[in-house]
């Protein structure tokens, strides 16, 4: 199972700042929610084990949060990532949640932060989740396994 600071830093790399593909905390939020929810749908299981949480701008990932939380509604600048956690040592994401991850980037990369808040807004596990409480699992695989294609 991938360790959530390897994805984020997965579409971190992925970014092009000043261009429609670079990405404000806000979109790195949603990108993550969409990508354990991908997984959840498509591999069967969790991308990551850190929980989501339904916070008034939508799901965020706590530990993410604060990690780049002083760019505020700036650009994370883009980086380089090393997908070797060391010599001889498997990689930090396999094949499998590289794809997974880049699905979602293809879906949802060209858009802003404000407009996936809203997205999120409009789908069940966000509506149907207190403030501040963690998003379950169960209600991601519920939702997106009703709604398996989200054409934007």
């Not at 802003?112 to 209600?139: A, C, M, R, S």
């Amino acid at each position: 199972m991938a360790n959530v600071i390897d994805v984020a830093e997965y579409f971190i790399s992925l970014s092009e700042e000043r261009t429609r593909f670079a990405i404000t905390p806000l979109k790195l939020q949603k990108l993550l929610y969409y990508a354990q929810a991908f997984s959840l749908r498509d591999r069967k299981g969790t991308l990551f084990t850190e929980a989501i949480e339904a916070w008034q701008h939508g799901p965020v990932v706590p530990k993410i949060y604060r990690r780049y939380k002083d760019y505020g509604y700036f650009t994370i600048p883009h980086k380089e990532f090393d997908n070797k956690a060391s010599v001889n040592e498997e990689p930090k994401l396999t094949d499998d949640e590289i794809e997974t991850i880049k699905e979602v980037w293809e879906q949802f990369g060209h858009l802003d932060g404000k407009f996936l808040e809203e997205l999120t807004h409009q789908e069940d596990p966000w509506i149907y989740t207190t403030i501040n409480d963690v998003i379950e699992v169960q209600d991601i695989i519920d939702y997106f396994v009703d709604e398996p294609a989200l054409n934007i």
